[in-house]
């Protein structure tokens, strides 16, 4: 797999295995007076009914347009009903990298959720007690901690029995193994399924790439995202 560049500049959007990629800069949003109703896909190859959307004002997650916690660049903030789903998807089998820049609400909370899918094939990516998660029928879980308000850059690798769990540039993961096959056909940001468990926080990029992916591309992809979003890593 190559890099897409335009003018020097690697273009995620355009990358032959970006599946569906979330940015929530002006353009990327439709926004309703402040709060975010439509989150489009931003992948050259995405589907219309892969974006996120939220048509209940009250629980459309607000927006910020320029977000210095992400160096300049827009975001919104999940919290209790803030959450936004997808339309019916073309199924989401592995091997697939999610990629997330978020910051960090209360990482003191029995469980904070920032993906789910919207069915039982489950596709839940979240902190428990802190610890970065992933269920897809099985539960791979880190032993340490996230901190709260902080900005980070994380990934995980969707792919069976090797599966694993990443924060930043790292090559060592935090956690690894089985999250079982998991396939949504729709997703959810924010909470679980049961729309519990939200995720307490600021998003300012989500995507997920096809494919097996090298350590080594994982580890440009997230320092690409890391300097972009002014994310130390």
Same mark, same amino acid.
């Given at each position: 797999?190559?890099?897409?560049? &335009?003018?020097? &500049?690697?273009?995620?959007?355009?990358?032959?295995?970006?599946?569906?990629?979330?940015?929530?800069?002006?353009?990327?949003?439709?926004?309703?007076?402040?709060?975010?109703?439509?989150?489009?896909?931003?992948?050259?190859?995405?589907?219309?009914?892969?974006?996120?959307?939220?048509? /209940?004002?009250?629980?459309?997650?607000? *927006?910020?347009?320029?977000?210095?916690?992400?160096?300049? *660049?827009?975001?919104?903030?999940?919290?209790?009903?803030?959450?936004?789903?997808?339309? /019916?998807?073309?199924?989401?089998?592995?091997?697939?990298?999610?990629?997330?820049?978020?910051?960090?609400?209360?990482?003191?909370?029995?469980?904070?959720?920032?993906?789910?899918?919207?069915?039982?094939?489950?596709?839940?990516?979240?902190?428990?007690?802190?610890?970065?998660?992933?269920?897809?029928?099985?539960?791979?879980?880190?032993?340490?901690?996230?901190?709260?308000?902080?900005?980070?850059?994380?990934?995980?690798?969707?792919?069976?029995?090797?599966?694993?769990?990443?924060?930043?540039?790292?090559?060592?993961?935090?956690?690894?193994?089985?999250?079982?096959?998991?396939?949504?056909?729709?997703?959810?940001?924010?909470?679980?399924?049961?729309?519990?468990?939200?995720?307490?926080?600021?998003?300012?990029?989500?995507?997920?790439?096809?494919?097996?992916?090298?350590?080594?591309?994982?580890?440009?992809?997230?320092?690409?995202?890391?300097?972009?979003?002014? &994310?130390?890593?």
């Amino acid at each position: 797999m190559a890099y897409v560049k &335009v003018n020097g &500049v690697w273009r995620m959007s355009r990358d032959s295995n970006c599946y569906a990629l979330w940015q929530f800069d002006i353009g990327c949003v439709l926004l309703n007076e402040g709060g975010v109703s439509i989150a489009y896909d931003q992948a050259m190859s995405g589907e219309a009914t892969r974006a996120f959307a939220q048509s /209940t004002k009250i629980n459309q997650p607000p *927006h910020t347009a320029q977000d210095s916690d992400f160096a300049g *660049h827009g975001s919104i903030t999940l919290s209790a009903n803030r959450r936004m789903v997808t339309g /019916t998807i073309t199924t989401l089998s592995a091997p697939k990298t999610i990629y997330a820049v978020v910051k960090t609400g209360d990482m003191a909370g029995v469980q904070t959720t920032l993906l789910d899918g919207q069915s039982v094939a489950r596709y839940a990516f979240y902190a428990y007690g802190g610890k970065l998660s992933f269920y897809g029928g099985n539960t791979i879980q880190a032993t340490t901690t996230l901190s709260s308000n902080t900005c980070y850059v994380l990934r995980a690798v969707v792919n069976g029995a090797s599966s694993a769990l990443y924060v930043g540039a790292s090559t060592s993961p935090l956690a690894s193994g089985d999250v079982g096959s998991g396939s949504p056909t729709q997703l959810l940001m924010g909470a679980t399924l049961d729309n519990n468990n939200p995720w307490l926080g600021k998003v300012a990029m989500l995507g997920i790439f096809s494919g097996s992916e090298s350590v080594d591309l994982q580890v440009a992809r997230a320092k690409y995202l890391a300097q972009k979003y002014g &994310v130390a890593v």
